[in-house]
Nanobody, 123 residues
Framework: QVQLVESGGGLVQAGGSLRLSCAASGRTFSSYGMGWFRQAPGKEREFVAAVSWSGIETRYADSVKARFTISRDNARNTVYLQMNSLKPEDTAVYYC????????????????WGQGTQVTVSS
């Protein structure tokens, strides 16, 4: 089992940057694909980015390509999401999740979820 705890959210002006972190417990962290998802009020949870167990392969939603970067440090059991050039439409609760299958963009392929961290981008 993997427990996930996100941090790094907050309030930022449009055009600014934030770095989210997700700390994982468990000795098998390096065997999981990791993903970031987000959910805005009244909307479904949507895929943001994912990274393979090795950290080599990554995948991004079109809406965040070239602005967000996902990475992981298996020695520290942590996955990161660097968010640059933030827009008001990036406002949401951001969740990290672990998948035993791959670095999928599908919500239902993730087994473990964190509690989320709020990101608010003001215009």
């Amino acid at each position: 089992q993997v427990q996930l705890v996100e941090s790094g959210g907050g309030l930022v002006q449009a055009g600014g940057s934030l770095r989210l972190s997700c700390a994982a417990s468990g000795r098998t962290f390096s065997s999981y694909g990791m993903g970031w998802f987000r959910q805005a009020p009244g909307k479904e949870r949507e895929f943001v980015a994912a990274v393979s167990w090795s950290g080599i392969e990554t995948r991004y939603a079109d809406s965040v390509k070239a602005r967000f970067t996902i990475s992981r440090d298996n020695a520290r059991n942590t996955v990161y999401l660097q968010m640059n050039s933030l827009k008001p439409e990036d406002t949401a609760v951001y969740y990290c999740a672990a998948s035993a299958l791959s670095y999928s963009d599908a919500v239902n392929e993730y087994l473990y979820w964190g509690q989320g961290t709020q990101v608010t981008v003001s215009s």
